[in-house]
């Protein structure tokens, strides 16, 4: 067969195939690439909502360390109080101890000064014969007796003694206990702070309610946009939109269009939603007044709300302090 010429089905130069075949999946790879198959996914800002739940992980460790701490704290002041009053009662009875002691160290020295004989002789010279016998018997029994009422102040001191190294041991380790939660508590606390840190500030505009600045959730926002947009819509007991609301009516009508169900009862959304204290309201949330909780608004911040008042008042944003608020609470 001429040099020139191969046989047939095979490959003249496989390295040019292979050269080929490469650069078919470099356009392959381009043209993926222009068409954003293989583009690396974008970073997407978690939500209110993600960063809400990853904060109420953290408060679930949190809150029973505090609980703990609480606990622990209230137990160390009892028995402060307790060594306190075991202290006030020791001294006295170290005063007396002392003084007990005082007393047979006075009457030991007379007798290793003087000595037995003195005394013998002046009894001997300006007593009756019998009268030796009964001083010898009065200062043996003068003797027991002190050394009686010492031993009985010891047995008081000793018992107190030993309640107060207990609680003082006691004390000790509470102490070291409520450091350790303590540290717990400030780790845990500053990783809340983090998380809450993350939380996006948003504007809120609509054309019925003031300019919105602050942390509001997706499903805030939607309340809002929904409330505000029935400002100027007659009140109607029973009423639950879309012509005409009450103020329950008006609070489930805003939520249901974010994907929120509240009952249309102003005690049952009290008890659907999640506590929330004056100072952490959020707009978006609910603002309930008097004892009773007859009455309720969806908050906007700055003390202002958007609600429905009354028959013969509609719709309309105001004021929350115009009546006694009962408290907040998050759907």
């Keep these: 067969m001429p040099p020139h010429r191969h046989a047939?089905?095979?490959?003249?130069?496989?390295?040019?195939?292979?050269?080929?075949?490469?650069?078919?999946?470099?356009?392959?790879?381009?043209?993926?690439?222009?068409?954003?198959?293989?583009?690396?996914?974008?970073?997407?800002?978690?939500?209110?909502?993600?960063?809400?739940?990853?904060?109420?992980?953290?408060?679930?460790?949190?809150?029973?360390?505090?609980?703990?701490?609480?606990?622990?704290?209230?137990?160390?002041?009892?028995?402060?109080?307790?060594?306190?009053?075991?202290?006030?009662?020791?001294?006295?009875?170290?005063?007396?101890?002392?003084?007990?002691?005082?007393?047979?160290?006075?009457?030991?020295?007379?007798?290793?000064?003087?000595?037995?004989?003195?005394?013998?002789?002046a009894l001997l010279v300006s007593a009756k014969p019998s009268t030796l016998t009964e001083q010898l018997t009065l200062l043996d029994r003068l003797a027991a007796q002190e050394r009686k009422q010492i031993e009985g102040v010891l047995a008081v001191r000793k018992k107190y003694d030993d309640q107060k190294q207990q609680l003082d041991t006691l004390i000790a380790d509470q102490v070291k206990q409520q450091n350790e939660l303590a540290a717990k508590k400030k780790h845990i606390e500053a990783e809340v702070k983090r998380l809450e840190k993350m939380l996006p500030v948003t504007t809120v505009k609509t054309d019925q309610c003031p300019t919105i600045n602050g942390v509001v959730s997706e499903k805030a926002r939607i309340a809002i946009r929904t409330a505000c947009a029935q400002v100027g819509k007659p009140y109607v007991w029973g009423a639950d939109g879309p012509d005409s609301f009450d103020c329950s009516g008006l609070t489930q009508y805003a939520y249901k269009a974010a994907g929120v169900y509240l009952t249309h009862h102003t005690g049952a959304q009290w008890n659907e939603g999640k506590a929330i204290s004056r100072s952490d309201a959020r707009p978006g949330d609910l603002v309930f007044f008097f004892s009773d909780l007859h009455h309720v608004g969806l908050y906007l911040g700055n003390d202002k709300m958007v609600h429905a008042p009354r028959a013969?008042?509609?719709?309309?944003?105001?004021?929350?302090?115009?009546?006694?608020?009962?408290?907040?609470?998050?759907?």
């Design 8 to 121: 047939p089905g095979r490959s003249a130069r496989p390295g040019g195939l292979r050269r080929a075949a490469h650069r078919l999946l470099t356009l392959v790879a381009a043209a993926a690439v222009g068409a954003g198959l293989l583009a690396a996914p974008a970073y997407a800002a978690p939500s209110v909502e993600e960063i809400e739940a990853q904060i109420d992980k953290q408060w679930e460790q949190l809150e029973p360390t505090i609980e703990q701490y609480n606990k622990v704290r209230a137990q160390l002041k009892k028995n402060r109080s307790k060594a306190a009053d075991l202290e006030k009662k020791i001294q006295p009875l170290a005063l007396e101890s002392e003084l007990a002691m005082d007393r047979v160290g006075d009457l030991a020295s007379r007798y290793y000064i003087t000595g037995p004989s003195q005394d013998v002789a």
């Design 312 to 331: 013969g008042k509609p719709v309309n944003v105001s004021s929350i302090n115009t009546m006694p608020v009962a408290g907040f609470r998050r759907p």
